[in-house]
């Protein structure tokens, strides 16, 4: 079955260091979502893309924060410039379509700021 | 305006009883609803979802839910827990927003803890 794969699965980075998290979605899907999970808290929703452009955003996904779909299967998350309270689980997800709301996770990258 | 409640941070059962997960939803159009599974330090695994066809759910390891309108529940059951089912819990509603795209928002989670 296809997956959605991330990388790296351990990112550990120092504060103010950027951070690029990569996510390859299952080929045919056509929406592609970020989700992130601070440990012990609740999945929190940053950011969706579709058609190439962002088509909702999170007050969490602040200027620090940007997306790319760089060459038609990566979709990449960049973090600017980590903070400590950035350390979490990031989900990338990607869904079929619009109608099919069913988001297809994968294995997560646990990010930890020093 | 979509939300959704998990009504119980930590469900503790014995292995081979019943399992009973809540869930709350708020939401102004119909909609889907679904439970994901996270194992320990693991991702997010699908086990069911509602859309808006049969209200009770089959999904995977013998789990289901009953989409109830009137209670605005969409709890997850199991007859008989088993050791496996040891994980985190997540309830998920997705309704359409005002430009037609979908931000399917969690739950907070429960816990499921199966003793011996």
């Known amino acids: 079955e296809p997956e959605v794969t991330q990388t790296p699965s351990h990112q550990v980075t120092q504060m103010g260091q950027e951070v690029i998290l990569r996510c390859v979605p299952i080929?045919?899907?056509?929406?592609f979502y970020w989700y992130r999970q601070i440990l012990g808290q609740k999945v929190e929703f940053l950011v969706s893309?579709?058609?190439?452009?962002?088509?909702?955003k999170s007050e969490i996904f602040d200027d620090q924060f940007s997306v790319e779909r760089p060459d038609g299967s990566n979709f990449t998350l960049k973090i600017r410039s980590t903070k400590l309270e950035d350390s979490a689980m990031y989900f990338c997800?990607?869904?079929?379509?619009?109608?099919?709301?069913?988001?297809?996770f994968g294995n997560g990258t646990r990010l930890t700021v020093t | 305006a979509q939300s959704v409640t998990q009504l119980d941070s930590h469900v503790s059962v014995s292995e081979g009883t019943p399992v009973l997960l809540r869930c709350n939803y708020s939401?102004?159009?119909?909609?889907?609803l679904f439970w994901y599974v996270q194992h320990p330090n693991k991702g997010l695994q699908l086990l069911l979802k509602?859309?808006?066809?049969?209200?009770l759910v089959k999904g995977i390891n013998g789990f289901e839910a009953e989409f109830k309108k009137s209670e605005t529940s969409f709890h997850l059951t199991k007859p008989s827990a088993h050791m496996s089912d040891a994980a985190e819990y997540f309830c998920?509603?997705?309704?359409?927003?005002?430009?037609?795209?979908?931000?399917?928002?969690f739950g907070r989670g429960t816990s499921l803890i199966v003793h011996p």
């Open positions: 939401s102004s159009y119909s909609p889907s």
């Open positions: 997800a990607s869904s079929v379509s619009g109608r099919d709301r069913t988001l297809h």
């Open positions: 080929s045919n899907h056509l929406y």
């Open positions: 998920v509603v997705s309704e359409p927003l005002s430009g037609g795209s979908y931000i399917p928002t």
């Open positions: 893309f579709y058609n190439n452009e962002i088509s909702e």
């Open positions: 509602y859309t808006s066809a049969a209200t």
